[in-house]
């Protein structure tokens, strides 16, 4: 008999939005703010959904209080989420056009064995890896590059033992790879955008009123 996975989403909402200029997750898009959209796909894909904001909002927002670092936030949005959870994801909220499709390819995945899943698209230009001055150090063959996006899926036991070590990164798939385990790439969507600059948003709210 087939295993069934109870999935569980952390939907990280708790940056205080440095480069955009204020807390970007709040924005609306449409009738809706951008952390309402990321939230209501999860819910849809998701036995139960953890959000986390940063800490001066929580109690508004009825949410958890974040940390100093996503990591950190990551972290206080896993201690809420239930032992039972064999599945969890992690969503960034200002990526709120996630789709089911996209949810279920990271799903299957870690359901099919694997550690960690994230969904990749390919990297259109060529990238350089420079020093702090400038100087560029290597160009590093863009066939083998993937832009990484969320939501992220992991084996529960072992996202919660890569972040009971208490390291910080970018994403949580890079916790996964530095303990040793195996992320694999999903496809991934051009359409699901990391909303990061004012730009963005407008991009944003541009499709949202085409849809």
């Given at each position: 008999m087939?295993?069934?996975e109870?999935?569980w989403?952390?939907?990280?909402?708790?940056?205080?939005?440095?480069?955009?200029?204020?807390?970007?997750?709040?924005?609306?898009?449409?009738?809706?703010?951008?952390?309402?959209?990321?939230?209501?796909?999860?819910?849809?894909?998701?036995?139960?959904?953890?959000?986390v904001?940063?800490?001066?909002?929580?109690?508004?927002?009825?949410?958890?209080?974040?940390?100093?670092?996503?990591?950190?936030?990551?972290r206080?949005?896993?201690?809420?989420?239930?032992?039972?959870?064999?599945?969890?994801?992690?969503?960034?909220?200002?990526?709120?056009f996630?789709?089911?499709?996209?949810?279920?390819?990271?799903?299957?995945?870690?359901?099919?064995?694997?550690?960690?899943?994230?969904?990749g698209?390919?990297?259109?230009?060529?990238?350089?890896?420079?020093?702090?001055?400038?100087?560029?150090?290597?160009?590093?063959?863009?066939?083998?590059?993937?832009?990484?996006?969320?939501?992220?899926?992991?084996?529960?036991?072992?996202?919660?033992?890569?972040?009971?070590?208490?390291?910080?990164?970018?994403?949580?798939?890079?916790?996964?790879?530095?303990?040793?385990?195996?992320?694999?790439?999903?496809?991934?969507?051009?359409?699901?955008?990391?909303?990061?600059?004012?730009?963005?948003?407008?991009?944003?709210?541009?499709?949202?009123g085409?849809?």
């Amino acid at each position: 008999m087939p295993h069934v996975e109870t999935v569980w989403t952390v939907v990280v909402g708790g940056g205080n939005g440095q480069r955009f200029g204020k807390p970007k997750q709040y924005e609306l898009l449409g009738d809706r703010r951008m952390i309402d959209h990321s939230r209501a796909i999860a819910e849809q894909m998701s036995a139960g959904v953890v959000v986390v904001v940063p800490a001066s909002d929580a109690v508004a927002e009825g949410a958890i209080a974040g940390g100093d670092s996503r990591s950190a936030s990551v972290r206080a949005g896993l201690a809420v989420v239930p032992d039972d959870a064999t599945i969890i994801c992690v969503h960034d909220a200002a990526r709120p056009f996630a789709s089911p499709a996209l949810y279920a390819r990271v799903i299957a995945a870690v359901a099919a064995g694997a550690d960690a899943a994230v969904p990749g698209i390919a990297v259109a230009d060529t990238i350089k890896v420079v020093e702090a001055d400038g100087t560029v150090v290597a160009t590093p063959d863009r066939s083998t590059l993937v832009a990484v996006q969320t939501p992220q899926a992991f084996r529960a036991s072992v996202l919660r033992a890569a972040h009971a070590a208490g390291g910080d990164a970018t994403d949580d798939a890079a916790l996964i790879e530095q303990a040793g385990g195996t992320v694999v790439v999903v496809e991934g969507d051009h359409f699901n955008r990391k909303i990061t600059l004012p730009d963005d948003l407008e991009w944003a709210r541009r499709e949202m009123g085409e849809r």
